[in-house]
């Protein structure tokens, strides 16, 4: 079996929060390292795709893909209203 490639980075952090990974550290008997990639690994699962909707997003609207804002506000305009509008 392959050991998987790794690389070091050197980051700076405050001095309460390299107490706070120590003590962690120490209390799951991991060591600081692996909590901060996984903190790391986290925090991307957490937030790639909304930058890479955001992307997407824009990209469409350079396209001329998106909604008017009058035909947005007429919409929500109309919810709860006899006369509801479908999404544009």
Same mark, same amino acid.
């Given at each position: 079996?392959?050991?998987?490639?790794?690389?070091?980075?050197?980051?700076?952090?405050?001095? %309460? $929060?390299?107490?706070?990974?120590?003590?962690?550290?120490?209390?799951?008997? +991991?060591? #600081?390292?692996?909590? =901060?990639?996984?903190?790391?690994?986290?925090?991307?699962?957490?937030?790639?795709?909304?930058?890479?909707?955001?992307?997407? %997003? $824009?990209?469409?609207?350079?396209?001329?893909?998106?909604?008017?804002?009058? +035909?947005? #506000?007429?919409?929500? =305009?109309?919810?709860?209203?006899?006369?509801?509008?479908?999404?544009?």
């Amino acid at each position: 079996m392959e050991t998987p490639r790794t690389a070091t980075i050197t980051m700076r952090v405050r001095n %309460a $929060l390299k107490k706070r990974l120590e003590k962690m550290a120490r209390s799951t008997g +991991r060591s #600081r390292s692996f909590l =901060a990639t996984e903190a790391i690994s986290a925090y991307l699962d957490d937030n790639e795709w909304q930058v890479s909707g955001i992307l997407a %997003a $824009l990209s469409s609207l350079d396209r001329g893909e998106g909604v008017p804002h009058k +035909r947005i #506000r007429q919409w929500v =305009a109309s919810w709860k209203t006899s006369r509801e509008r479908q999404s544009p």
